[in-house]
């Protein structure tokens, strides 16, 4: 349990370092390696590569090593990371709104599923009941999960 525990500390300590690098006119491939580097540090492995989705792309965009793509003021950015431990793995994900507060509700949202999903995430508790709880919360809010 010690090295899962460890993968989870150090997943969470790069996403709120990474959290920080999302700024108005930083390329993606940036912020990516940059964590990537932290989980490094931090004495895990990247357990798959950062993921810098932007806007309309919900997830699993990771940058190109060449990637141009910068950070706008606007964007909404979500972050998919994850690090390994002797095989041991934690993953986590957040969103960062870009110099705006236009989608400060859905992100709201989105932190009290994850708050309702953690109180049930326990030893004999079905995915779905989990998966049900995320989506009751989400539509409180006005919105629909996917």
Known sequence: MDDWEKAGKI???AREFGRKLVKENTLAIEIAEKIEKKIIDLGGKPAFPVDVSINHIAAH???LINDQTKIKKGDLVKLD???S???YMGDTACTVEVGTKKYEKMIQATE???KEALKLAKPNTKVCEIGDAIQKKIEEYGYTSI
Do not use: K
């Open 85 to 87: 431990v002797n095989g």
């Open 61 to 63: 965009a990771s940058p």
């Open 81 to 83: 990371l994850g690090a």
């Open 11 to 13: 997943t969470a300590e």
């Open 112 to 114: 009290e599923a994850l």
